[in-house]
């Protein structure tokens, strides 16, 4: 028997008469004057299907998800039943033949997209959950955007490479998955947080252009958008300027953009250093879709004499502000600001709103001259009704503070425009909550100048950028240093002493001595990318197995136990304290190992 000569969708008026089969599952059944409707959901999409139990016993058997073969003739609906919603929707197949391939049972959830249903009962079924329309669709569309990438970097005389997912670790600054070794027992490979290293050393190798679709590694603690294994598109060049980069990797963003949301896109992306974005948006992956921008009032407070702000400019901080627009303040909702704001490590937060006469209504506003009032006003362009929000503190609190104000008041729902920009000039290192110093990209990206390094590394910059859109972190990447004197250098800088940087960097420092090419690249989220152009708020719905916050997977429920061969053959005896408190898990049916 041929189980399908047509996909749904390929049925439309101009088959009528044709006698076809299709094969799916059957997605809604309904019974009306003694006939069953079924529609029939393929890869494709829904077509209906017409069939008399009474010629075709079998039809009585069918339920929700059974897997079926259905042969019959193409009909055209009857009038008053044309379905406009349904790409097949003037047509419907009436059944000659059907054949169960396999019965389902009963269904622990409705795969429409209307039903909510509890995110760890659809990963505990995830494939069925991949039958539901919208997961269906989230699959197809990230599929277009590798295709998109592939074709596009193709094109621009890119080589695909494969490297290696059993290495040496790389620091890109997570902590690294391990895999024991069962050759060299008591040896471990790290799962790669990024393929750094070796696509610098294909760019020793002269490739010139590579570019991979690269699962990655990291073992982080989890956050709502990340997961332990993910997909880059991770590319890099050689004789490469960061314009260059920069232009490359915009115009696949903007292929990939387009193949989903149609148009073309043509605006250039908006580049701003990251001074400028911490300045402007409070955040090194600002969202520009709406304004709120972050003002300076520095000047309009310099001989103030209300404590809080002449505090913070007298001891080297700053007054800034946004307007957040017209909106409601009652006392209650200013509480629920200052919480906020202290939540993001402001000491507290001066509110005010424009009353209709347009003097400010504050609880600070008494402290206030005249001429700071209007100043005020003028310099936030606030009308009566605004909301005008004040942090008074050092730089780096102020931008956090309004940043995370501006994004809870301001920030739409959903993706439905696209706001990409570039991020440059990030610094060269982070100081860390320890006091210790730390690179901010990773330590193989190139200083912007060596001398503003060696004079005061805390306040270099360095040649690494990000792409953003949304407000969400796209990828990252930098110009490398490709002298060994100078990555020398940056390990001391970052505290790695000479004979451990030999030790663990020996051989790239090595291949680094053999001619490198100047070089550069960049790698951004693939997953986070399907998402937003899917208008997903989780990218856990544009990964077809991912797994839950805490690194489960509740339908293979991996991590597991191994057996006790398996680690003997590597050469590993589980903790005591591990094997006491897995027994005292496996009692309470509880999970309290690891720190998660
Ligand atoms: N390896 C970097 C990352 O994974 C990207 C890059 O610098 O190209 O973020």
Not at 279 to 295: A, C, H, L
Request: glycine share 8%; charged share 30%.
């Amino acid at each position: 028997m041929t189980y399908r000569t047509d996909h749904a969708t390929d049925l439309d008026s101009t088959r009528i008469g044709d006698t076809v089969s299709v094969a799916g599952w059957v997605s809604r059944r309904r019974d009306h004057g003694g006939v069953a409707f079924i529609d029939v959901r393929d890869a494709s999409g829904i077509v209906q299907v017409v069939a008399d139990p009474a010629s075709i016993p079998v039809v009585e058997d069918l339920r929700m998800e059974y897997c079926v073969s259905i042969t019959g003739a193409v009909r055209e609906r009857p009038e008053g039943t044309v379905n406009e919603e349904l790409a097949t929707g003037e047509i419907e197949i009436h059944a000659d033949e059907v054949v169960v391939l396999s019965p389902s049972k009963t269904l622990p959830f409705m795969l429409d997209d209307r039903t909510e249903i509890e995110e760890r009962t659809r990963l505990r079924y995830r494939y069925l959950d991949l039958r539901r329309p919208r997961m269906a669709e989230n699959l197809r569309a990230r599929s277009r955007v590798t295709a998109t990438i592939r074709r596009t970097l193709d094109g621009m005389g890119f080589l695909e490479v494969e490297t290696p997912t059993l290495i040496r670790s790389t620091p890109e600054g997570a902590r690294d998955m391990l895999v024991p070794s069962r050759l060299r027992q008591g040896d471990f490979y790290a799962l790669p947080q990024s393929p750094q290293l070796f696509k610098q050393l294909l760019m020793i190798g002269g490739v010139e252009r590579y570019f991979q679709i690269a699962r990655c590694y990291r073992d982080e603690d989890f956050r709502s958008d990340r997961q332990l294994e993910f997909t880059q598109l991770d590319l890099e060049g050689s004789f490469w300027t960061q314009a260059e980069v920069l232009d490359t990797v915009e115009t696949v963003l903007k292929t990939a953009a387009t193949e989903i949301r149609g148009g073309e896109m043509t605006e250039p992306f908006l580049r701003v250093t990251w001074q400028e974005a911490m300045d402007r948006f409070g955040s090194d992956k600002p969202d520009i879709r709406f304004g709120m921008e972050i003002v300076v009032l520095d000047d309009v407070f310099a001989d103030t004499e209300f404590g809080v702000f002449s505090g913070a400019l007298t001891s080297g901080g700053t007054v800034r502000g946004i307007n957040a627009g017209p909106r409601e303040l009652s006392r209650a909702q200013a509480d629920v600001l200052v919480e906020r704001a202290k939540e993001l490590g402001a000491k507290g937060l001066v509110w005010m709103q424009v009353t209709d006469d347009g003097s400010l209504r504050s609880s600070v506003a008494k402290f206030l001259s005249y001429d700071e009032k209007t100043g005020l006003v003028s310099r936030l362009e606030a009308e009566p009704g605004h909301v005008l929000l004040i942090a008074a503190d050092r730089w780096q609190t102020v931008s956090a503070v309004l940043g995370g104000l501006r994004l809870d008041l301001g920030r739409p729902q959903g993706h439905d425009d696209l706001a990409f920009l570039w991020v440059t000039d990030f610094p060269m290192f982070e100081v860390e909550d320890d006091g210790s110093r730390t690179f901010s990209h990773h330590p193989f990206t190139s200083p912007a100048l060596i001398e503003d390094m060696v004079a005061d590394p805390d306040t270099a910059l360095s040649q690494a950028y990000d792409a953003v859109l949304n407000g969400v972190e796209l990828g990252s990447g930098s110009i490398r240093i490709h002298d060994p004197a100078v990555q020398r250098q940056v390990f001391e800088v970052l505290g790695i002493d000479a004979e451990t940087a030999e030790r663990r960097f020996g051989w790239f420092l090595d291949a680094l001595d053999y001619g490198t090419p100047p070089h550069g690249g960049f790698a951004f989220g693939i997953d986070r990318l399907a998402m937003v152009l899917q208008g997903e708020e989780s990218i856990r719905d544009v990964i077809p197995f991912p797994k839950t916050q805490t690194g489960v997977d509740p339908m293979t429920e991996a991590p597991a136990e191994v057996d006790d061969t398996q680690l003997t053959e590597l050469g590993i005896r589980l903790r005591p304290e591990v094997i006491a408190a897995r027994a005292e898990d496996t009692e309470t049916g509880e999970v309290s190992r690891g720190d998660v």
